[in-house]
């Protein structure tokens, strides 16, 4: 099979809109589903799922064994969340070898000034050369660590044709990298991504501060453990808040209501609402099998913007 | 040659190498490792923005001289 063979996809006049993961993060917790998965039924006939194992590979060394297992893992999440739902794709980046090609281009016209000063803007440039070891990085980036976080996604996204970035709020930092690569290419390549702000952008955690792996709640975890730690939550504002994700205030009446009803009420359907991940029937195979196929159509997708992208550089064989 | 061959047989593209999803034997859910010796804490000022954000970090809320939170 190779790409021309592949029926010619509608490029469609609905906006793409591309929710795009870090897989080495962990499990996904109640903060990222908040702040992603929750809006996804606005989007879902027409939403791009991206697990960038890329930028997994780039930024942890030290951990790149584990690569495999957490990209599948949450890419299973995601897929459990819009498995059947037509319309929505999950897309590997190791996958997309046209992705690379097209952030080769696209970096012809980047500065590099200014792709050092958007690297800046990063996790793995402000943690220090003891931290950074500790990830199994060097105490300088390498050129992909520089580059890739700049270039890669913000060229996957604009080269599906997506018209939309959702997430939570660190997804706003890369509005200047659409900006670099957008303003720089024709008009008719298509017109600039827009950066869709999430509902809840900062979760609170079971400490009442902002939700990260030590006062998480994870949506795959057993249970029990998810129960444990909504009834350990002494935070009134963090429980104010749960509720309001899962919409708890609207089915009791807060000035009636016990708090010992309410918390109650709210354990009750965070466990059912994150059912679905614990007792995920989805296998490997179902998850890769998914993958395969959906990889297909990105590449699809790519090609097309690559070969419009050559012609603009007048590369031989496509005036 | 040969290997290029059976690759062919296999259903690969050309001589591509299939990939084989080794390292993932079973799905199963597990909570993160800590990524650092000690846990790196920022505020949500600078968490603000920052992309590629490790979710190991602690994120912590600083009050200005008026006495509200940033």
């Known amino acids: ?319 | 040659m040969k290997e290029k061959a059976v690759e062919k047989e296999a259903g690969n593209i050309g001589y591509l190498p299939q990939r084989t999803w080794s390292r993932a034997e079973s799905l199963k859910y597990e909570e993160p490792e800590d990524l650092f010796s000690e846990p790196l804490e920022i505020t949500r000022t600078m968490l603000r923005g920052l992309r590629m954000v490790d979710e190991t970090i602690i994120v912590y809320d600083v009050e200005d001289a008026s006495g509200s939170k940033q």
Not at chain 1, 81 to 87: A, M
Not at chain 1, 149 to 156: E, F, H, M, R, V
Not at chain 1, 195 to 218: I, K, S
Not at chain 1, 262 to 274: G, P, Y
Request: hydrophobic residues 40%; proline residues 6%; glycine residues 8%.
């Open chain 1, 1 to 319: 099979m190779t790409l021309k063979m592949l029926p010619v996809q509608n490029s469609s006049s609905k906006s793409l809109t591309v929710s795009a993961h870090n897989p080495m993060t962990g499990p996904r917790h109640l903060g990222q589903w908040a702040s992603t998965v929750l809006d996804w039924p606005q989007y879902q006939d027409n939403l791009v799922v991206v697990v960038d194992d890329v930028i997994g590979a780039i930024l942890y060394p030290g951990a790149r064994q584990s690569l495999e297992a957490r990209s599948l893992f949450t890419m299973r999440e995601f897929m459990v969340s819009n498995f059947d739902v037509i319309g929505t794709r999950f897309v590997l980046t190791s996958m997309i070898p046209e992705l690379f090609e097209l952030s080769f281009y696209a970096s012809m016209v980047c500065d590099q000034d200014l792709v050092a000063t958007l690297y800046e803007q990063t996790f793995p440039a402000i943690i220090g050369p003891v931290r950074r070891k500790e990830m199994g990085l060097g105490v300088t980036p390498s050129a992909a660590e520089l580059n890739y976080p700049q270039i890669g996604l913000a060229s996957l996204v604009i080269g599906l044709g997506a018209s939309f970035l959702q997430g939570g709020e660190e997804m706003a930092g890369y509005v200047p990298c659409f900006e670099m690569i957008c303003s720089r290419l024709p008009a008719e390549m298509g017109s600039q991504p827009k950066y869709l702000p999430a509902r809840f952008p900062f979760v609170l955690g079971t400490d009442g501060e902002h939700m990260g792996d030590h006062n998480a709640v994870y949506i795959s975890s057993p249970e029990r453990d998810v129960e444990s730690a909504l009834r350990g939550c002494r935070s009134p504002a963090a429980l104010e808040q749960w509720g309001a994700i899962f919409e708890c205030e609207d089915s009791l009446d807060p000035s009636s209501a016990s708090e010992r009803l309410r918390r109650t009420h709210l354990v009750e359907t965070v466990i059912e609402r994150f059912r679905p991940y614990r007792e995920c029937a989805l296998s490997k195979g179902e998850v890769v099998e998914r993958l395969e196929l959906d990889a297909w159509w990105a590449r699809e997708r790519l090609s097309h913007f690559l070969d419009a992208l050559k012609s603009v550089f007048l590369m031989p064989g496509h005036g």
